[in-house]
């Protein structure tokens, strides 16, 4: 009867590819065709200007509160470029730069953080679930869409996105433990940014790292530089090709920090000091791969200016486009809010809703309700 450490089957691992100098680990570097190499320069800096100018058109009063993704390109690009178009990519909401690489429109993000729920729907044929704000329910929809491709056999995976405080809610441990007990092909990527709101990692868990979870639940995991998009790339690579072969889900951690305060609606220097965001700043993954991709002679300065005139010119059209969409039917009328979500809308929401249309001086005929059920039982 002996008193001994338990074997266990697997170990975690940590991976860096490039230094936060932008050399390489020439061991480690993948082989990535040069064009390759200069499209995810492109997405990411894409992503950077999005969320550059979202920051102005939230100040300006033109879209609401909304989540910054400045530092979590590589993370959300660099997992992404491993899907097939037809795989599932179910985010939470700081993977900008998925979102734009997957399809979604620019314009429909506008929209979305204009403050219409039309922006959260996927553009027809982008297998994507739309933004998940309530924390870590997205990881349970990933679980069980990873089991219905077990069951259909269909070969896709799944790729479902938290941060690291989703790893303290129910759900996240609800998803991992139902994952690997149906080996269902999930990736989990956890955008490590080390603050839930205003708590640092240190206050919410107790132990070393968040991938060391993947040992309790049986299945593979690896940590990150999540501002290493090389690192990324290679590591979620390696848990797609795995899933998709059978092998069931993997928990990849990545290692980033929150650049942006929380949303455009939270001050951190209430909780963090300016000192620590700095010493980050110089870690930043965009000027990483900048560095890494000049000295391959792969990009160079006129390369960068003519993407960034590029962008400029996309990002101002889609601009219009959305500001001129909400100022049109459906979404320029207020009465849509009380459409869609009841079969029958109760009646306290009925009175509301005529008493709102009596203020905005439409007449009765216009106000008829048009949720599906309803129409649908009134022959529309
Ligand atoms: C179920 C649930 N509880 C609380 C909130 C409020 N809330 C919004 S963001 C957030 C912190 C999430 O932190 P983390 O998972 O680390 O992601 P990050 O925002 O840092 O990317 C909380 C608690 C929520 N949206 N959903």
């Given at each position: 009867m002996p008193r001994k450490p338990i074997e266990l089957p697997m170990q975690v691992e940590y991976m860096s590819i490039?230094?936060?100098?932008?050399?390489?680990?020439k061991e480690l570097e993948p082989k990535v065709e040069a064009a390759q190499l200069k499209d995810m320069f492109r997405w990411m800096l894409y992503a950077r200007r999005v969320d550059e100018r979202l920051l102005k058109l939230q100040r300006q009063g033109r879209i609401g509160t909304f989540p910054q993704a400045t530092g979590h390109e590589a993370i959300s690009l660099g997992s992404a470029i491993n899907l097939k178009p037809d795989d599932w990519h179910v985010p939470a909401y700081r993977e900008l730069a998925g979102f734009l690489y997957r399809g979604w429109t620019l314009e429909g993000i506008l929209i979305y953080w204009m403050g219409f729920e039309e922006g959260a729907r996927p553009p027809e044929g982008v297998n994507d679930t739309p933004i998940a704000v309530p924390i870590a329910s997205q990881l349970l929809h990933a679980a069980g869409m990873g089991m219905a491709a077990n069951i259909v056999g269909d070969k896709k995976v799944v790729m479902t996105y938290f941060g690291d405080g989703a790893t303290s809610e129910g759900d996240c441990h609800e998803a991992l433990n139902f994952a690997s007990v149906f080996q269902a092909p999930v990736i989990f990527v956890c955008l490590n940014n080390q603050y839930a709101i205003s708590v640092p990692l240190s206050k919410q868990m107790h132990c070393e790292t968040i991938v060391q979870r993947a040992v309790a639940y049986g299945m593979p995991g690896i940590k990150v530089d999540g501002n290493d998009i090389l690192a990324v790339y290679v590591a979620t690579k390696e848990a797609v090709e795995r899933a998709r072969s059978g092998g069931g889900p993997t928990l990849v951690e990545c290692l980033t920090y929150r650049y942006t305060p929380h949303t455009t609606a939270d001050d951190p220097s209430r909780y963090r000091s300016d000192e620590e965001t700095q010493r980050w700043v110089a870690k930043e993954p965009l000027i990483r791969f900048e560095k890494y991709l000049k000295n391959k002679n792969v990009l160079n300065d006129a390369d960068i200016k003519k993407m960034d005139e590029e962008i400029e010119v996309r990002i101002n059209e889609a601009i219009i486009a959305a500001e001129e969409a909400t100022k049109k039917p459906p979404l320029s009328d207020p009465l849509a809010m009380f459409d869609y979500l009841y079969a029958d809308l109760p009646q306290n929401l009925q009175e509301q809703r005529e008493e709102l249309a009596k203020a905005l001086g439409l007449n009765t005929s216009e106000t008829e309700p048009r949720n599906a059920a309803t129409s649908a039982r009134r022959g529309a």
């Open positions: 490039l230094d936060d100098t932008g050399e390489v680990d």
